[in-house]
């Protein structure tokens, strides 16, 4: 089995900014592809960004592209996910995901995002709340 572990998370005013880490234990996670999906008051799960397990290929959600930056670091065990210039909307609760299951290559060659049921490790989550 494999655990993933969030933190980092907050609250700060609209244009703040937050860095989220994911810390992954109980098995070798670096030649997993790796994302960040978030869950706003109400609204369903939602893809945020993936990383490749090289760390060579990234896919953002439009409503975070240009604010946000996922990274990794196989040697620390960690993802990471730089949220800059944050909005309200950005209040959720951000989880880190582990593809096992292959659904975020997939999902990066066919040009779609990928969707909860690409990612078979989950954390717990960390919640970010962002006031006006």
């Known amino acids: 089995q494999g655990q993933l572990g969030e933190s980092g998370g907050g609250s700060v005013q609209a244009g703040g900014s937050l860095r989220l880490s994911c810390t992954t234990s109980?098995?070798?996670?670096?030649?997993?592809?790796m994302a960040w999906f978030r869950e706003g008051p109400g609204k369903e799960r939602e893809f945020v960004a993936a990383i490749s397990w090289r760390g060579n290929r990234t896919l953002y959600a439009d409503s975070v592209k240009g604010r946000f930056a996922i990274s990794r670091d196989n040697a620390k065990n960690a993802v990471y996910l730089q949220l800059s210039s944050l909005k309200p909307e950005d209040t959720a609760v951000y989880y880190c995901?582990?593809?096992?299951?292959?659904?975020?290559?997939?999902?990066?060659?066919?040009?779609?995002?990928?969707?909860?049921?690409?990612?078979?490790?989950w954390g717990q989550g960390t919640q970010v709340t962002v006031s006006s």
């Open positions: 109980g098995r070798d996670f670096s030649e997993y592809n």
């Open positions: 995901a582990a593809d096992g299951l292959g659904g975020t290559a997939r999902a990066m060659n066919h040009g779609r995002i990928p969707g909860v049921s690409d990612y078979d490790f």
